[in-house]
């Protein structure tokens, strides 16, 4: 799967930035199985990696009648295994007992769940902590024995959350998001910020479109571990793809060994 050769390991991965209906899951749901496929069959992906609250968009007050019960955790499943990649499926508005989160679910090419993550910080600039309950997890995943674990959006604010992740090793952030204009340069700036400070790569995909008030301006973005931009979207929807050398890591791990030369005894 992630080809070795010569000290290289490569990976390729498709960013699915997408528009999604307000408040209309069943459209989404068919968005996503075309740009899946596409990003597949095509574009030859890997690893697909899709945005935060597809399936219901910010719809928020709308979230007890429409939010997911099940139904996609399994669909997802299925769309994995069917396609024969590593889904990083975003995030989707759930219903569970304890009340409706903000959640991520992470798949293997055959189709086996592997990991799952409630967003932790709500954001209540969209009002998120009215309608939402908060996560209190971290979550791992190994992507062909490299390990990587998700957040969702406003989480990239938090560089404490981020270094605890990084802390426990992993190579790859991945960051599926719904960011508003008029804060570009913020999510520019925090995503190769995190890169660069962890010294790992940052996955993050947003959404394009006008929703609940919202202008989203896509710029999804993939960051090695030295802060390049590899790959950057404009504001339209679309698929993009890129290679990354998971070996990179531990040449900037090694060039500058930030974890290593940490004081932790004088953080508290
Ligand atoms: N959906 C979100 O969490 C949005 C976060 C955001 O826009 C920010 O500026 O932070």
């Known amino acids: 799967m992630v080809s070795f050769w010569k000290g290289v390991f490569v990976m390729r991965l498709s960013l699915i930035q997408m528009d999604m209906a307000f408040g209309q899951p069943e459209p989404n749901k068919q968005q996503v199985g075309k740009m899946v496929q596409q990003a597949a069959q095509i574009e030859s992906a890997e690893v697909v990696v899709l945005p935060e609250l597809w399936n219901t968009a910010y719809d928020l007050e709308r979230l007890e009648e429409i939010a997911d019960t099940g139904e996609l955790r399994q669909w997802l499943g299925q769309l994995a295994g069917e396609h024969g990649i590593y889904l990083v499926a975003g995030s989707v508005a759930v219903k569970e007992e304890s009340g409706i989160y903000n959640k991520t679910y992470v798949y293997r090419p055959d189709g086996k769940e592997i990991a799952s993550y409630r967003k932790v910080h709500l954001f209540r600039l969209m009002e998120e902590e009215k309608y939402l309950q908060p996560g209190q997890e971290k979550a791992f995943f190994s992507i062909d ?96 793809t890129v290679e990354i050398d998971l070996s990179e890591v531990e040449r900037v791990r090694r060039k500058i060994p930030v974890f290593e030369d940490r004081r932790p005894e004088l953080y508290l």
Do not use: K, T
Not at 182 to 189: C, D, M, T, V
Not at 208 to 235: A, R, T
């Open 145 to 240: 024995g490299h390990l990587a674990s998700s957040i969702i959006c406003y989480d990239l604010r938090f560089p404490e959350w981020v270094r605890s992740l990084a802390l426990q090793g992993i190579s790859i952030l991945f960051v599926p998001a719904q960011w508003p204009s008029p804060r570009l340069n913020h999510w520019r700036l925090l995503n190769q910020a995190r890169a660069i400070e962890n010294q790992m790569y940052v996955v993050a995909v947003n959404r394009v479109g006008e929703g609940g008030g919202n202008q989203f301006f896509g710029h999804s973005m993939v960051i090695d571990p030295w802060g390049n931009v590899l790959i950057e979207g404009g504001d339209e929807e679309s698929i993009l």
